[in-house]
């Protein structure tokens, strides 16, 4: 999103509200000369089916995406502005693959690698979700490749029970 005064690329979303069926508005501020201002996007990326592991489709929705990555962040220092953020990235992305239908796996690895850079917390509920059933082997190989796996671990465990998906 282009700032309309200086130009830059690179805005930070202060605020998200859907206006309508198919429309956001967004408060934005420039990350280069810190003016605000707002944009109405049309959510291509809401008409997209998402294909769940049992073969049946429904449309994305970007509630339950953000409930998901949520959860996953609940008690960590990630900001709901970040979860924000984070799930525009994702739909973005969506958007541009321009795909009418997309599994939820793919939602799912989209999401993680941007929890990656967020939470190692948050990263590890949500990848014990979306890959359950891979073997646990992979499971602790995921967790070795972070740091402080111990902790990690722990609060995993504390937290992984409260974590659904129907995907
Ligand atoms: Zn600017």
């Excluded at 690329?9 to 967004?26: A, H, I, P, Q, W």
């Excluded at 420039?30 to 008409?47: D, G, I, S």
């Excluded at 429904?58 to 953020?85: F, H, N, S, W």
């Amino acid at each position: 999103m282009f700032c309309p005064f200086c130009n830059k690329k690179d805005s930070r979303v202060l605020e998200s509200r859907l206006t309508g069926e198919n429309s956001v508005r967004r408060r934005r501020e420039c990350e280069a000369c810190a003016k605000r201002f707002t944009t109405y996007e049309r959510l291509e990326v809401m008409q997209v089916l998402v294909v769940k592991r049992s073969g049946s489709r429904e449309p994305y929705t970007r509630e339950k995406l953000m409930a998901g990555v949520r959860r996953a962040c609940a008690k960590t220092m990630v900001t709901a502005e970040q979860i924000d953020d984070l799930v525009d990235s994702v739909e973005n992305e969506l958007a541009m693959l321009g795909k009418k239908e997309v599994p939820a796996s793919l939602l799912g690895e989209l999401s993680l690698g941007r929890l990656k850079e967020l939470d190692e917390v948050a990263y590890v509920r949500f990848a014990s979700v979306y890959r359950q059933f891979r073997s646990i082997e992979d499971f602790v190989s995921e967790l070795n490749t972070l740091k402080d796996t111990q902790t990690l671990l722990e609060n995993a465990e504390a937290t992984v029970t409260s974590v659904t998906t129907d995907g």
